[in-house]
T-cell receptor, first 114, second 112 residues
Framework: SAVISQKPSRDICQRGTSLTIQCQVD?????MFWYRQQPGQSLTLIAT?????????ESGFVIDKFPISRPNLTFSTLTVSNMSPEDSSIYLC???????????FGPGTRLTVL | QKEVEQDPGPLSVPEGAIVSLNCTYS??????FMWYRQYSRKGPELLMY????GNKEDGRFTAQVDKSSKYISLFIRDSQPSDSATYLC????????????FGSGTRLLVRP
């Protein structure tokens, strides 16, 4: 497994602003992902964060709204841009450790947009 | 139709009961099957991971996969109030994307 930290753990933001969420892992991982979990819902994959190149976005998610960076093997950021109340969710990063076959999740960032 | 179906519950049982949680799926290409536990306001925690069909046991937890029926189960023996959480099934194909498809989650309440 891996120890995954996310910052911030929670935030309350005004509509129209942007928030950048950080994900840090304590060991080298092969894959990093970003998910959204809306209130009372299951997890929806936003994108795969690719090291040193553009992220791969799932249907319904675009780079202008959710820019992602992954400058190295253990760190990634997700920005939620031009926020609206509909963006209020928990945002989770997950990783696949080297040699592993499944994903481990961070603690999540709880975002409320007013 | 969703690729993965899971009864949302809530499921309420007395302490000590055997709990059965289930998911069905439609994509026969799924080969890896996971169960995650998510406590309120926390990230999902990997409980069980199974490749292809069969059973896997870990303490009070048993995961079963029946690929012929496209049906997976998680059994919890001697359930405890600390088991009260949402249980999410997840699965993926055997490819390099590692993408998981999640069920909607079943909320479990174990009453003391």
């Amino acid at each position: 497994s891996a120890v995954i930290s996310q910052k911030p753990s929670r935030d309350i933001c005004q509509r129209g602003t942007s928030l950048t969420i950080q994900c840090q892992v304590d060991s080298q991982v092969t894959m990093m992902f970003w998910y959204r979990q809306q209130p009372g819902q299951s997890l929806t994959l936003i994108a795969t964060a690719n090291q040193g190149s553009e992220a791969t976005y799932e249907s319904g998610f675009v780079i202008d709204k959710f820019p992602i960076s992954r400058p190295n093997l253990t760190f990634s950021t997700l920005t939620v841009s031009n926020m609206s109340p509909e963006d209020s969710s928990i945002y989770l990063c997950s990783v696949v450790v080297a040699g592993g076959n499944t994903q481990y999740f961070g603690p999540g960032t709880r975002l409320t947009v007013l | 139709q969703k690729e993965v179906e899971q009864d949302p519950g809530p499921l309420s049982v007395p302490e000590g009961a055997i709990v059965s949680l289930n998911c069905t799926y439609s994509n026969s290409a799924f080969q890896y099957f996971m169960w995650y536990r998510q406590y309120s306001r926390k990230g999902p925690e990997l409980l069980m991971y199974t490749y292809s069909s069969g059973n896997k046991e870990d303490g009070r937890f048993t995961a079963q996969v029946d690929k012929s029926s496209k049906y997976i189960s998680l059994f919890i023996r001697d359930s405890q109030p600390s088991d009260s959480a949402t249980y999410l099934c997840a699965m993926r194909r055997q490819d390099s994307s590692y993408k998981l498809i999640f069920g909607s989650g079943t909320r479990l309440l174990v009453r003391p």
